[in-house]
């Protein structure tokens, strides 16, 4: 059964930082293109950031680009996203996402297997 579970969400002020990790299990982890996530209340779920399997190659969203990181541990099974310079627009649920083999991007429907999500709030 895949697992995908998210932590290292809460309350942090404007300016701040936070690092999100999600653990995965049950799946081939460096097979899988990792994204995440986020949406915000009575908004669509939308694209944050990717990583390729083998973790050469990112792609971000133009609202956190220059802000956030991705990036991966394969022997852990774990993606991250780090988070900078934070905004009061950055509050959210951030979820994490697996994607087979060369599948993945911005899409959600190119994503199998989803986290539950962490909160993030940001407080101005």
């Known amino acids: 059964q895949v697992q995908l579970v998210e932590s290292g969400g809460g309350l942090v002020q404007a300016g701040g930082s936070r690092r999100l990790s999600c653990a995965a299990s049950?799946?081939?982890?460096?097979?899988?293109?990792m994204g995440w996530f986020r949406q915000a209340p009575a908004k669509v779920r939308e694209f944050v950031a990717t990583?390729?399997?083998?973790?050469?190659?990112?792609y971000y969203a133009d609202s956190v680009k220059g802000r956030f990181t991705i990036s991966r541990d394969n022997t852990k099974k774990t993606v991250y996203l780090q988070m900078n310079s934070l905004k009061p627009e950055d509050t959210a649920v951030y979820y994490c996402?697996?994607?087979?083999?060369?599948?993945?991007?911005?899409?959600?429907?190119?994503?199998?297997?989803w986290g539950q999500g962490t909160e993030v709030t940001v407080s101005s």
């Open positions: 996402a697996a994607a087979f083999g060369g599948s993945g991007g911005t899409s959600t429907n190119n994503y199998n297997y």
């Open positions: 049950g799946l081939t982890f460096s097979m899988y293109v």
């Open positions: 990583i390729t399997a083998s973790g050469g190659s990112t």
